[in-house]
């Protein structure tokens, strides 16, 4: 069973903070990753992907990329209020799709 | 709002009744797909269509029948469906079966 671990929070920043979100995955064929973010009583909307080592860089967003540790993060720069959501890691492997279940964020003004 | 629209956005069922989830992308892309979100859970992917042929069913019950006339619309038919079975279906589509998703705004199912 491919697993993707996230710590379901809540986590708490206060407004102008780095917000720090983790993700774990259990198969080392994992092939792309995403984050997404989704509001209370919204469907997810796409954040950013990254498919290679390092970092990827979106406005105030940045993913990071581990392959031989197996894990992704997303941070947040400048957290606002309007960031509060749950946020959600996504792996890709063979045309299947494994989320995990989310990081509730609030940013405190 | 996004490209991806479903039809209805809310539904509620009796155990015996048949109802279709109707989901219309409009971003030209060539996969799509059927999610079932439950409170507490992850996203769980159901079925997959790559240019109008199924590619995935992740061991979904058969009263839950997919249907993709063409690759840009795509149904999910109920029948028989248990209270279990109440969550937000979710649809996206995908430029390709590898990349970024697009999600519709969802159906909330309750069934009763």
């Known amino acids: 069973q491919k697993e993707v671990e996230q710590n379901s929070g809540p986590l708490s920043v206060p407004e102008g903070a780095i917000a720090s979100l983790n993700c774990t995955y259990s198969?080392?064929?994992?092939?792309?990753f995403f984050w997404y973010r989704q509001y209370s009583g919204k469907s997810p909307e796409l954040i950013m992907f990254i498919y290679s080592n390092g970092d990827k860089e979106d406005g105030r967003f940045t993913a990071q990329l581990n392959k031989a540790s197996q894990y992704v993060s997303l941070l947040i720069r400048d957290s606002q209020p309007s960031d509060s959501a749950t946020y959600l890691c996504?792996?890709?492997?063979?045309?299947?799709?494994?989320f995990g279940t989310g990081t509730s964020l609030t940013v405190i003004p | 709002e996004t490209g991806v629209t479903q039809t209805p956005r809310h539904l509620v069922m009796g155990m015996t009744n048949k109802k279709s989830l109707k989901c219309e992308q409009h971003?030209?892309?060539?996969?799509m797909y059927w999610y079932k979100q439950s409170a507490k859970k992850p996203l769980e992917l159901m079925f997959v269509?790559?240019?109008?042929?199924?590619?995935e069913n992740n061991s979904v019950p058969s009263r839950f029948s997919p249907e993709c006339p063409n690759s840009s619309h795509l149904f999910l038919h109920l029948h028989t469906l248990q209270p279990e079975d109440s969550a937000l279906y979710l649809c996206a589509s995908s430029p390709t079966g590898f990349g970024e998703q697009f999600f519709g705004p969802g159906t909330r199912l309750t069934v009763l």
């Open positions: 198969d080392r064929g994992s092939q792309s």
């Open positions: 971003l030209g892309h060539n996969a």
């Open positions: 996504a792996v890709n492997e063979d045309n299947q799709f494994y």
């Open positions: 269509y790559n240019f109008k042929e199924q590619t």
